[in-house]
């Protein structure tokens, strides 16, 4: 097996790609624990072969391609996709660029040149729900049916509760626009977060003695706008604080931004990368009449922040490396 995620692209060259190995096959937006299961499954059935076991993506979603006009709160950017299926026990990713040609390819060829003739594919997990190729005919029992005729073992992922609640992206995605971190945090196996380089604002927050490094994110993201306790990814480092994402009602009602003030930290990230973390929902985003005001419930906010970190002191999602 290999030691490091390797990811294969469309241009990358069939001679770097090694063959045979055992796939999960989906989009995996979030890698929640339902995709989890299906890459567990392929995992497993890879290490008994004796081969890599791979994921196979698509980029952008399909439901991205056929509305591009249709906001789409993905939970994950491909990035930290990757990142999230390095950290599963996977060699590696294909990543399959879905455009107008993946759109007209019929499952039977999908089958016959993606996964067999570019990938060898000795095995494949797929979930119970995941449709592919030209008008969605390809499915699990497809898969069933023709993959032990090439020679290829199939495993169909059953649906997966968590609590006895179903677990899904969309499920995932409701309950980040209620601001119910616990409830998505339960389905994805871990905390739901963001990754994005910090820019500069209106630096109000260091006038208030809350300085915050400031981060733009997907305006299709649909998290409730309110104040959260976070935990930031620096690096190998980790720092505890407190979010706001809005669109700051008592100054400018402007385009929603991610706002996080870390505590007892003192450097300048301008222009670094930062993992937040959500860990709880504190309160839905208010406007104040006066500064006073403001500050007075920013002390408070930070005081729930921090007893909210203190009782989930590992809570961070655990990320991969890509090679």
């Not at 060259?13 to 499954?41: C, M, Q, S, T």
């Not at 759109?103 to 979930?127: K, M, P, Q, W, Y």
């Not at 119910?180 to 260091?206: M, N, Q, T």
């Amino acid at each position: 097996m290999t030691t490091s995620f390797t990811v294969i692209r469309d241009d990358t060259p069939a001679d770097e790609i090694v063959k045979g190995a055992v796939v999960a096959l989906g989009n995996f937006d979030g890698v929640h624990l339902g995709h989890r299961a299906v890459i567990a499954a392929a995992v497993d059935m890879a290490r008994k072969k004796d081969r890599p076991a791979l994921a196979v993506t698509f980029e952008p979603h399909p439901r991205t391609f056929f509305s591009p006009n249709t906001p789409q709160f993905k939970l994950t950017e491909l990035n930290d996709k990757l990142r999230l299926l390095a950290a599963t026990g996977l060699d590696g990713a294909v990543v399959m660029a879905f455009d107008a040609a993946r759109a007209r390819t019929s499952a039977e060829d999908f089958i016959n040149h993606d996964l067999v003739e570019r990938l060898g594919v000795t095995g494949i997990s797929v979930g119970f729900d995941f449709h592919f190729g030209k008008g969605r005919t390809g499915s699990p029992t497809l898969l069933a049916v023709e993959g032990p005729k090439l020679g290829i073992e199939v495993h169909i992922q059953a649906h997966v509760d968590a609590d006895g609640r179903a677990v899904s992206s969309t499920a995932i995605r409701n309950a980040l626009g209620q601001g119910d971190i616990a409830e998505a945090s339960d389905l994805l196996g871990y905390p739901w977060f963001i990754s994005g380089e910090v820019i500069h604002g209106e630096k109000r927050g260091r006038d208030l003695g809350y300085p915050t490094a400031n981060i733009r994110l997907d305006p299709a993201c649909g998290l409730r706008h309110g104040i959260y306790a976070v935990r930031a990814g620096l690096g190998d480092k980790r720092i505890d604080g407190v979010a706001s994402f809005g669109r700051r009602p008592t100054f400018d009602n402007g385009a929603p931004l991610l706002e996080v003030f870390l505590f007892d930290f003192k450097g300048d990230l301008y222009g670094q990368r930062l993992d937040i973390a959500f860990i709880g929902f504190i309160r839905d985003e208010l406007k104040f009449d006066g500064i006073d005001a403001l500050v007075r419930q920013m002390n408070d906010d930070s005081a729930k922040a921090r007893a909210m970190l203190a009782a989930a002191p590992d809570a961070f999602p655990k990320l991969g490396k890509i090679s």
